[in-house]
């Protein structure tokens, strides 16, 4: 009798899908956020069509305002998979300046909704990969792992299809899409194993490290672009560098980071573990719309 | 009583001391997915809550969000309400129930568990079949003050439909009933009486209290008469799904073959039963060719041995055909094949099932078109005294399961869904609306699908259509009653006689006076008509002809069926386009008057639908031409007929 790990089953379900996708979608491509999910996400494609390189490309959906280390490890890595790298930006988002600190909600509506609409759109993608997980939200948690959009890149959630066994039905309509989350049955502490046991390089900001930081409204922020930042701001913040690391990356002025000391993978999951606030509580889109922020956004189309 | 607010789990104490020895445990940890299910107050929710509180699965802040709702809109006074974790979406708050499958993760010592959160309205029966088609384990939960309900046995029998093997009978709210030994020992006598009637034959039964905690993680004190297992502990020693299939001979289905330059050629796929080897044998289906396995190759390096449940890709020593469909199989134990099927169906669509229409039938990764016949029979879940038993039908709706038997245009590599879930259970999809409308588990092979072969024969299509210097080709016209279709198929057949063109007008009225005399205009019979005239038509193109039919044939479904029978290109759609109003004020046959007055029913465009063509390769409008322009018109369209 053998038993694989946990690890191992997830890994292999999450292939299977993605094998599954190119198989039956005319136009997949991988949506890359450079995130710690992206980043198991890309080494799973890599796995799962080895010796081929994943025969679709990643797509970044930029706001224009993320870390800089995001953007290195962004190029090296679409250089080193050999995949194609899109990188788009609402073209009507930067005509009109959107920031993080004057629009608020416009700011992740334009840049990452809108703008992720339009990407696909403009490239006619079919299916979309997503690194999105169940355990991080609750209307996530009942998400398909195929989810259909409509034309309008809808989402509704009382008329999802069912999904058993893993046969996954991915016949649509013309102009109709899907998105396809393959890690969806991970947890957090899942993603940090995998990264650990299979060397999967991710943003050095997720390690602890002596940094520039500001306090902004009472969180601690990094100071990765002072000059801009201080356009937006309309002051220049006391800047004191800290220990600090990143539990999760978005856009550096919407992105709390955490006093640490932890430098290896090891010490950043302990404290991942014995930490009591949950992941996505550094973000601001959850709780836009009370209890049901996430929800209202995916029917409008955010990922 | 049980501690209510201190974790269980010994976990935390080695993490923050040695998270080294941490990570090796967590790294070898097994994974399990079970469900839950239960009537609507049987406290699902509410278990899955403690579970995930237990083991540590709950962050301060939603922990603090928890509290703070349960004030505002939980069930339990000032108490934590668990349930308020764990039900996701807006509309379900509002109504405090659970509507769709929810998935949540928790962690112990042993086990990754995934739970999918079934809901307990009997309309959502198709939410709860999903749940279990991936579960090693079912949770079947009773209120201890009521008792076995109707619910529950709907629910046990599906679990057991879907080939759940595990079962386990968590008695909750015994805190609700003073810890009685009593009630606990009459309610698992009554669910052991009738788990034997519909044939689970074993099943492991739990006093618990979710919502105080009693016997989930330690045994409860309050329960002194039960020695335990707890259902932690249950949970993490049951045998899972995965290592059961390893043992079985080895087959799989072929995803994607992968195909990066000309020196290498592989074959990925997930291996659903078995183990493979380098140097094994192995069979590749429906072909029945053998090769040796000369490589398993992973990125992390080429493996030696492979099992069920690892998505790994094969490369073979020789050049045989394969590709996405087929199975790869031990070569001396190979799978099945055929093309008719007895088969059960869990319908999952508002839209019942149209018998004889074509669908998608989805199975591993092989995906063909199937008809489905009249139901055999709906197996009966609803009536709280004979769950199990049998009932006629003409149908199935939704939630319905029925016995069926079924037909696919090419032959499929099967196995039972009771030796193999993988090659037994499939999907099927309606293919206009590309729903998934119906799961279904195939029993066997029918006889005559095994008995019955294809012919070869030396005089080909290609041969008789040279002899008559033409293409066959299927002239389909289509359209409402009185549209002109008759007139207008009997004007273009004129022309080509003219032209010197082997032809044959399949007419509606006359082929209901002698093949289809037996239908009669009901939708199921509308679609044999159909699927006949389509079989006939295909004959006679096989034979040379170019053939014109002249059928109301209202459905898009089945003109697709018949497009999908004939070679590409030789299938003309002929759209007679005329308004409801122009043919009804022509009335030829006095049908519409009729109609009109309910003497007769189903009648297409009164109370039938018609679906018109999204895209006919030809269109002609009968109020802007004559039948003799319109016939020119599909003429100069078809030109030139070689």
Redesign the interface.
Same mark, same amino acid.
Do not use: C
């Given at each position: 009798m053998t038993s694989l790990t946990h690890l191992q089953r997830l890994e292999a379900e999450a292939i299977h899908i993605m094998r599954e996708v190119v198989a039956e979608a005319e136009r997949p491509v991988m949506l890359y956020s450079v995130g710690k999910d992206s980043a198991v996400m890309l080494h799973l494609a890599r796995k799962a069509f080895y010796p081929s390189p994943p025969p679709f490309p990643l797509l970044h959906v930029d706001t224009t305002w993320k870390f800089k280390a995001m953007y290195d490890l962004r190029d090296r890595m679409a250089k080193e998979s050999g995949m194609e790298l899109l990188v788009y930006q609402n073209p009507e988002a930067a005509e009109r300046g959107i920031n993080p600190f004057d629009h608020g909600a416009l700011h992740t509506d334009m840049w990452k909704t809108e703008g992720l609409k339009q990407a696909l759109d403009k490239y006619g993608f079919d299916a979309a990969f997503g690194g999105a997980r169940r355990d991080e939200e609750k209307s996530r948690a009942k998400e398909r792992i195929f989810s259909f959009r409509t034309a309008s890149h809808g989402w509704d959630p009382k008329n999802q299809r069912p999904e058993l066994w893993n046969l996954y039905n991915a016949r649509k309509n013309k102009g109709e899409s899907i998105r396809v989350f393959p890690i969806s049955n991970w947890t957090e502490l899942d993603i940090w194993q995998y990264i650990h046991l299979n060397d999967v390089p991710i943003v050095p900001l997720y390690f602890a490290e002596e940094r520039p930081t500001y306090i902004w409204e009472g969180q601690l922020f990094m100071a990765d672009d002072i000059d801009r930042l201080e356009q937006v701001l309309g002051a220049r913040p006391e800047i004191v560098n800290r220990s600090i690391r990143f539990r999760t990356l978005g856009c550096f002025p919407l992105t709390g980071a955490v006093e640490s000391t932890a430098k290896t993978l090891p010490e950043v999951i302990q404290e991942t573990l014995l930490t009591t606030t949950s992941e996505r509580q550094g973000r601001v889109i959850d709780k836009d719309a009370g209890g049901a922020g996430m929800e209202v956004k995916k029917q409008q189309g955010y990922f | 009583m049980a501690d209510t607010n201190e974790p269980i789990y010994q976990t935390?104490a080695l =993490?923050?001391e040695d =998270?080294?020895a941490?990570?090796t445990q967590?790294?070898?940890?097994?994974?399990l997915r079970f469900i839950t299910c239960g009537s609507v107050d049987d406290g699902k929710s509410t278990l899955i809550g403690r579970l995930l509180y237990d083991s540590k699965?709950i962050?301060?802040?939603?922990l603090a969000a928890l509290e703070n709702?349960s004030r505002k809109v939980g069930t339990q006074g000032q108490e934590i309400d668990f349930a308020l974790l764990v039900?996701?979406?807006? +509309?379900e @708050?509002e109504q405090g129930i659970t509507?769709?499958?929810?998935?949540?993760?928790f962690?112990t010592e042993k @086990?990754?568990f =995934?739970v999918a959160d079934c809901p307990g309205h009997e309309q959502y029966t198709?939410?709860m079949?999903?749940g279990a *088609?991936?579960a090693d384990l079912a949770v079947i939960l009773i209120d201890a003050r009521k008792g076995v309900l109707v619910q529950t046995r709907r629910h046990s029998y599906l679990c057991h439909l879907i080939g759940i093997r595990n079962i386990v009978l968590a008695v909750n709210k015994m805190d609700l009933v003073g810890y009685d030994q009593k009630v606990f020992d009459d309610i698992v006598a009554d669910y052991a009486a009738f788990a034997r009637s519909i044939g689970i034959e074993h099943f492991t039964a739990l006093p618990i209290s979710g919502f105080k905690g009693d016997n989930i993680t330690t045994l409860s004190d309050n329960t002194p008469w039960y020695k335990g297992p707890t259902l932690v502990e249950h949970l993490e020693t049951v045998?899972?799904l *995965?290592?059961v299939d +390893?043992?079985k001979p080895f087959r799989m289905p072929v995803? /994607?073959v992968? @195909?990066?330059n000309l020196d290498?050629r592989?074959f990925?796929?997930?291996i659903a039963t078995g183990?493979v080897r380098t140097g094994d044998t192995v069979r590749v289906l429906p072909s029945g060719k053998t090769s040796t396995v000369t490589r398993i190759?992973?990125?992390?390096g080429d493996l030696d041995e492979a099992?069920a449940?690892? *998505?790994v890709?094969l490369c073979f020593a020789d050049e045989i055909d394969c590709s @996405?469909g087929d199975v790869i199989a031990i070569a001396d134990n190979p799978p099945q094949t055929s093309d008719q099927f007895e088969a059960t169906l869990v319908w999952?669509n508002d839209d019942a099932l149209h018998v004889g229409r074509a669908y /998608?039938l989805?199975?591993?990764?092989q995906t063909v078109s199937a008809t489905i016949q009249q139901p055999k029979y709906v197996v009966n879940v609803n009536d709280p005294s004979g769950v199990g038993s049998h009932l006629a039908a003409k149908t199935l709706d939704l939630n319905a399961i029925g016995v069926v038997e079924l037909a696919t245009d090419r032959p499929v590599v099967f196995e039972p869904y009771a030796d193999n879930? +993988?090659l037994g259970?499939?999907?099927l999809?309606d293919k206009i609306t590309? +729903?998934?409308v119906a799961?279904g588990m195939l029993h066997f092979s029918l006889r005559r699908a095994q008995n019955v072969h294809w012919q070869p024969t030396d005089i080909t299509r290609a041969d008789h259509a040279a002899l008559k210097n033409q293409t066959p080709r299927v002239l389909w016209f289509t359209g409402l009653s009185g549209a002109g279709k008759s007139t207008i198929a009997n004007e273009v057949e004129k022309r080509l006689n003219l032209m010197n063109r082997h032809t044959f007008l399949l007419d509606g009225d006359n082929v209901r006076h002698g093949l289809n005399k037996d239908l009669g205009f009901t939708e199921a019979d509308r679609i044999e008509n159909i699927r006949r005239v389509g079989e006939v038509a295909k004959l006679m193109a096989d034979a040379g002809l170019i053939v014109l039919t002249a059928f109301i044939s209202p459905f898009r479904a089945e003109r697709d069926m018949v497009r999908q029978m004939i070679p590409a290109g030789e299938f003309i759609e002929i759209y007679v386009d005329t308004p409801l109003a122009v043919a009804e004020q022509r009335d030829v046959k006095g049908l519409y008057k009729k109609a009109r007055a309910g003497e007769l029913k189903n009648f297409t465009g009164i109370d039938s639908p018609y679906e018109p063509p999204e895209a006919p390769e030809i269109r002609v409008n009968t109020a802007e031409m004559s039948a003799e322009e319109a016939a020119e018109h599909i003429i100069r369209q078809l030109l030139p007929l070689k």
């Open positions: - | 935390e =993490i923050a =998270i080294d941490y990570l967590h790294e070898r940890k097994t994974m699965m962050f301060e802040d939603q709702d039900d996701g979406l807006a +509309a @708050r509507i769709d499958v929810a998935y949540r993760f962690n @086990r990754k =995934i198709r939410n079949v999903t *088609s991936t045998e899972v *995965s290592s +390893a043992d995803q /994607w992968n @195909r990066p290498f592989g990925s796929g997930l183990r190759v992973t990125l992390g099992v449940g690892q *998505s890709t @996405r999952l /998608w989805k199975l591993g990764t879930r +993988a259970g499939f999907i999809i590309n +729903a998934t799961a």
